[in-house]
Nanobody, 115 residues
Framework: QVQLVESGGGLVQPGESLRLSCAAS????????MGWYRQAPGKQRELVAG???????NYADSVKGRFTISRNNAKKTVSLQMNSLKPEDTAVYYC?????????WGQGTQVTVSS
């Protein structure tokens, strides 16, 4: 079955960096748009960054210039490099795949930015 597994979350101080990774299985990874979403307590899940099968990217305005999404089709992974982290970035981050059978989601990884 389809499985998306996130890793790399943790607790960091403002201004520091984290790199999240998502490993996919059960899909033809190279064909599909991948994305990172996040959800803070009491808030809706929001798109942070997306990357198409062709490598086109898009970002939420709040993370432009700080976050970079990338994919490695050979390894079937998608990563999110997060620099200059802010407390407002604190959330559970979810990996997403948009496939012909619908959307699939990972279990989430917690990112906490606090001094």
């Amino acid at each position: 079955q389809v499985q998306l597994v996130e890793s790399g979350g943790g607790l960091v101080q403002p201004g520091e960096s984290l790199r999240l990774s998502c490993a996919a299985s059960g899909i033809i990874f190279r064909l599909y748009t991948m994305g990172w979403y996040r959800q803070a307590p009491g808030k809706q899940r929001e798109l942070v960054a997306g990357i198409s099968s062709g490598g086109s990217t898009n970002y939420a305005d709040s993370v432009k210039g700080r976050f970079t999404i990338s994919r490695n089709n050979a390894k079937k992974t998608v990563s999110l490099q997060m620099n200059s982290l802010k407390p407002e970035d604190t959330a559970v981050y979810y990996c997403n795949s948009k496939t012909d059978m619908g959307d699939y989601w990972g279990q989430g990884t917690q990112v906490t930015v606090s001094s």
